[in-house]
């Protein structure tokens, strides 16, 4: 959530999270919706210091069902999928495209072929900053201007 969301402490939690209230929003009368509100930061060069925290909220109110740092772990592996559907969906395909196939069987042929590409892209980025730990859209622009002229360096 937005860092200015003001989420006050209701009840404190044994894993370091806590319970707050949420208006229902604009427009949607209703109670207030209680949500866990999972607090932490990340050290990471990227970040400047004195950043705010990251504020994941949730309706899995139960720490021992759903512990806060497994779910402060399972959001960043959410934002993965996320970037890697927007790589295919935005990037890839190009924004507002509808897939050109008519038929079911060609529509399955065609997203298998954005997956391939997907996944040929991602291994030359592999490829290209693993052993040196580069930086990986340097790096990979790099390969990939090397491996364009060359036959597949990657196996469907």
């Known amino acids: 959530t937005k860092s200015n969301t003001v989420l006050p402490v209701t009840t404190s939690l044994e894993d370091g999270s806590y319970l707050s209230a949420l208006r229902p929003p604009k427009g949607n009368p209703g109670k207030l919706i209680t949500v866990r509100v999972i607090e932490y930061t990340l050290s990471h060069p990227s970040r400047t210091k004195g950043e705010a925290p990251i504020r994941l909220i949730t309706t899995l109110l139960d720490p021992a069902q759903a512990p806060a740092l497994e779910l402060a772990a399972l959001y960043g592996e959410r934002w993965e999928e996320e970037s890697a559907f927007d790589e295919l969906k935005t990037h890839q ?37 693993e052993p040196q730990e580069l930086d990986p859209f340097l790096a990979s622009l790099r390969v990939i201007r090397r491996q364009v002229t060359d036959q597949a360096a990657f196996s469907p």
């Open 93 to 129: 395909r190009g924004a507002g495209r509808v897939l050109r196939s008519k038929s079911p069987d060609m529509v399955t042929q065609e997203i298998y072929a954005h997956l391939l590409v997907y996944y040929a892209i991602r291994a030359l980025i592999n490829a290209a900053v």
